[in-house]
């Protein structure tokens, strides 16, 4: 039975009171699709809205996560959020060096590295997010770019088991574009990243999951995932409509048990 996550990240939508009905919706929806135990429902909302969240989910099977998070765990860095905050709250995960992070806010790989080893210090799961832009993909860097974010990103980390590390590839030309990667190239890179874990950590990079963050909708949302290196996905747009998310779950759910 294959693995996967379906994770959401909701960027800057939802107040409080819109992240319970939107969570309350998913849970809703979750429970009538059943998924396996191999299938696992991740949403991450703002800072503000993630007690709401949270609340709304108890108990229903579905994890809650941080979009980012500071690499200290205290101190005058005004606005920020530590990890054991995070953590204090009652989320699983963090997304970290999302593209919009490093284009927006100038996050280097140097500094992704201090904020996963924080976050894996505070028993937090990273989902650490890797990618080209278009120019590089023109340009035929792609595999060079993912390979210099995670040797970069992941220096000097160890990992305890598969299971705290999550890797997202999200080809930057592809996020909010509506523009996807084809099945195909999505599984060459994915490809890529997991010979580049199995470098890195040895025989425990071939369970981490890797997921798919370039416009994945209901649409193309099987035949991805069917990939055998794709093990979920990370959502934007699509994860803020219940009907869309619990669509894409429903498709992990099928693949995972056939």
Not at 65 to 74: I, L, P, V
Not at 131 to 137: I, V
Not at 153 to 162: E, Y
């Amino acid at each position: 039975m294959r693995s996967y996550l379906i994770a959401g990240n909701w960027k800057m939508h939802t107040t409080p009171a819109d992240a319970k009905t939107l969570a309350s919706a998913i849970a809703e929806k979750q429970m009538f699709l059943k998924p396996p135990h191999s299938v696992q429902t991740l949403i991450c909302p703002p800072y503000t809205s993630i007690g709401a969240a949270l609340e709304a989910v108890a108990g229903k099977g579905i994890l809650v996560g941080a979009q980012d998070c500071h690499s200290e765990a205290k101190g005058a860095f005004t606005g920020e959020i530590a990890p054991n905050m995070v953590k204090a709250c009652g989320c699983s995960h963090v997304i970290l060096g999302h593209s919009e992070r490093r284009q927006y806010f100038g996050e280097t790989n140097s500094l992704l590295n201090q904020k996963i080893r924080a976050v894996l210090n505070e028993g937090l799961v990273p989902i650490y997010c890797v990618g080209e832009t278009l120019l590089e993909r023109k340009q035929e860097q792609t595999i060079a770019v993912v390979r210099s974010q995670l040797v970069d990103g992941l220096k000097d980390v160890v990992l305890q088991s598969a299971s705290k590390l999550v890797i997202a590839y999200e080809p930057v030309w592809a996020i909010g574009t509506g523009l996807a990667a084809t099945s195909d190239q999505a599984q060459e890179v994915h490809a890529a990243i997991r010979g580049f874990l199995k470098e890195i950590f040895g025989a425990v990079g071939e369970q981490i999951l890797i997921l798919y963050g370039g416009s994945l909708k209901p649409e193309n949302a099987e035949e991805l995932l069917a990939k055998p290196d794709v093990n979920g996905g990370l959502i934007g747009g699509a994860a803020l409509q219940a009907d869309s998310f619990a669509a894409i779950i429903a498709a992990a759910c099928k693949l995972a048990v056939s």
